[in-house]
């Protein structure tokens, strides 16, 4: 008897990898990898996600009215065209397989969150990338890319893992350079951390940008709650109304939507965690390029530092930086999943971790 086999493509996805979580041998870390927040979630969202607890037996809200409204509420929007979801992740996938599949297109730029290509597969599309320019998505690059089939654009801004942004006027640029049907995607994980004049997550052009754009966020970042898997789209209604018909009718369960809503209210946590953010970001790649590596400028909760071979030796490559560390007790983020195999990505964290991981980089780079 012949195996039964998956539809053409599905065996071509590298399944996505998160970042490792342990090291053999050793029972504290120092975890750098996955861009979770240094301080975890907020006290109220813990205290709301037990209180939930305790009625596990039913079923959430498959409206998800109460998360909707809150959100509504803290950004400004229309609630009726929010669709909330297990995570971003959920979005993205559900927008590839209800917009794209066998012969059409989904674009992203070159190093672009690994989702994207990776949803586009496992609908039958293609995806393509567009090349970036010094790590940053190239407006131009991306429009040349866009064919007959090109239904979707994906743009995380800021990009994970480069750390990098497009500001809003260069985001409208490619909107309207775009066919009007073809959806703009703009994937904001990061927003909240964003404090530039002349960036925006993208809700505006949800609103004018013509019934043909997207934004996602998530609540695996600077609220601290990854662990439950809570992401959001704020859409055009007729997306929306799409979006609704192929989620699953209870896929965000009734402990994540609380948490979230208690998030959401905690605006001074939130606040601080992007304070600690700012410091420890800046302090961490004034002293990553002191040693002389070449740190993005980035505006998420991470940097990405690339490793150059020293003097023609492999001393100070990506490799075995990040196997000095590992042996340090200290994890951060391979990148060639990403087409960066000299960079490693690292997450800021609480000040002891931070500075434990530059001094252990200073030992590295003095060898």
């Not at 490792?20 to 975890?40: M, P, Y």
């Not at 429009?143 to 239904?151: A, H, P, S």
């Amino acid at each position: 008897m012949s195996a039964p086999t998956p539809r053409p493509g599905i065996m071509d996805i590298a399944p996505y990898e998160g970042g490792t979580a342990s090291l053999d041998g050793r029972d504290k870390v120092i975890k750098l990898s996955s861009n979770e927040g240094a301080f975890g979630p907020s006290p109220m969202a813990v205290d709301a996600y037990q209180e939930a607890g305790q009625n596990l037996h039913r079923y959430p809200d498959g409206g998800h009215r109460a998360l909707r409204h809150a959100l509504a509420e803290r950004h400004g929007l229309d609630g009726e065209r929010i669709v909330c979801g297990a995570g971003s992740d959920e979005l993205i996938s559900l927008l590839c397989q209800a917009y794209a599949g066998p012969g059409d297109e989904v674009l992203y730029s070159e190093h672009g969150f690994l989702m994207y290509p990776i949803s586009a597969k496992a609908a039958g599309a293609t995806p393509v990338f567009a090349p970036e320019k010094d790590l940053t998505a190239d407006v131009d690059a991306l429009l040349e890319r866009v064919g007959d089939t090109t239904r979707l654009v994906f743009l995380a801004n800021p990009n994970n893992p480069t750390g990098t942004y497009l500001p809003g006027d260069e985001v409208w640029r490619l909107r309207r350079e775009l066919r009007e049907d073809v959806i703009l995607v703009i994937d904001a994980a990061y927003a909240e951390y964003v404090t530039d004049s002349d960036y925006g997550p993208g809700m505006d052009l949800v609103d004018g940008g013509g019934g043909n754009v997207v934004m996602t966020r998530t609540f695996s970042k600077i609220f601290g709650l990854g662990g439950i898997r809570l992401g959001w789209a704020y859409c055009p209604g007729d997306i929306a109304g799409v979006l609704n018909r192929t989620r699953g009718p209870f896929n965000v369960s009734a402990p994540a939507m609380a948490a979230g809503v208690a998030a959401l209210q905690d605006v001074a946590f939130t606040d601080k965690v992007r304070a600690h953010n700012e410091t420890w970001r800046a302090w961490t790649r004034d002293e990553l390029m002191a040693l002389g590596l070449d740190v993005t400028a980035s505006a998420g909760n991470f940097v990405l530092a690339r490793f150059a071979e020293k003097d023609g030796r492999n001393s100070q490559n990506a490799d075995a930086a990040d196997a000095f560390l590992k042996d340090r007790g200290i994890i951060v983020r391979r990148m060639e999943a990403y087409g960066l195999s000299d960079c490693l990505r690292i997450t800021i964290g609480l000040e002891d971790e931070m500075k434990a991981l530059v001094g252990a980089l200073k030992e590295f780079t003095a060898q």
